[in-house]
């Protein structure tokens, strides 16, 4: 469970508006639901809404569906920043690998408009009892 938290950390989005930037996100987890499959995997989804700040100046609200299968965390994630443009990405991790993960911006409205991007995130902070968490990413569009 507690590799699935560092998961969602990374689900977080954040604004972007340049080449390569930096953004730093903090996460809480809800609606967290668990199950058990005939091999005894877990299989977990959840919703994990965060905040951003990026080094660009943009600051997000966002919100993303995670999904925990065979310690692999994937998840789509829709972000709104301060001018109302829109971020769409998808994020990944492998937990059995650590704390790092990639998320990828898949395109948007406003800045994000036909714009990729890929971010390596490392999640900084988690803590499951209380259900929040702290990341950080740099990106190159």
Do not use: H, P, W
């Not at 690998?97 to 409205?109: H, L, S, Y």
């Amino acid at each position: 469970m507690k590799l699935f938290m560092i998961f969602i950390m990374t689900l977080f989005i954040s604004s972007v508006a340049s080449a390569d930037y930096d953004f730093e996100n903090v996460y809480r987890f809800d609606n967290i639901d668990m199950i058990k499959n005939m091999d005894d995997s877990n299989v977990v989804n959840m919703t994990v809404n965060g905040f951003s700040s990026d080094s660009n100046g943009n600051k997000a609200t966002s919100k993303c569906l995670i999904s925990l299968r065979n310690g692999i965390i994937k998840g789509n994630c829709k972000g709104t920043d301060q001018d109302g443009d829109i971020e769409f990405s998808t994020v990944e991790r492998d937990l059995t690998k650590g704390n790092v993960g990639q998320i990828m911006r898949t395109g948007g409205t406003g800045k994000y408009a036909n714009k990729t991007a890929s971010c390596e995130y490392t999640v900084i902070l988690t803590d499951f009892k209380v259900g929040v968490g702290y990341l950080t990413a740099t990106c190159k569009e």
